[in-house]
């Protein structure tokens, strides 16, 4: 299983930036998509997940800025980042919670993370 993530750059301040990270390889069902977020120095810290049935759940200093999505059909989620402020320069990790088979238990998966620079 990998997730590929895609879409970080740099962007002045107040900008916007749009991540999205698909899923490859064998699974039989992807339950919860997410990201989370690490600036130097700091934690791993979670930005927004989403779970099959699309309920969503935000870091509260993301919630009025950012908006998860996902394509089932694809294995997709997206990122919507706007008003973008310097703190949320960080790497960002696309996560995913798979049932690699009917019978398995679910395990967590992550991507290689991709960088975004708010700076003017």
């Known amino acids: 299983v990998q997730l590929q993530a895609c879409g970080g750059g740099l962007v002045q301040p107040g900008g916007s930036l749009r991540l999205s990270c698909v899923a490859s390889?064998?699974?039989?069902?992807?339950?919860?998509m997410g990201w989370y977020r690490q600036a130097p120095g700091e934690q791993r810290e979670l930005v927004a997940i989403?779970?099959?049935?699309?309920?969503?759940n935000y870091a509260g200093s993301v919630e009025d800025r950012f908006t998860i999505s996902r394509d089932n059909a694809r294995d997709t989620v997206y990122l919507q980042m706007n008003s973008l402020k310097p703190g949320d320069t960080a790497v960002y990790y696309c996560?995913?919670?798979?049932?690699?088979?009917?019978?398995?238990?679910?395990?967590?998966?992550w991507g290689r993370g991709t960088l975004v620079t708010v700076s003017s």
């Open positions: 996560y995913g919670r798979l049932k690699v088979t009917a019978r398995s238990s679910e395990y967590d998966f």
């Open positions: 989403i779970d099959s049935d699309s309920r969503t």
């Open positions: 390889g064998s699974y039989f069902r992807i339950n919860t």
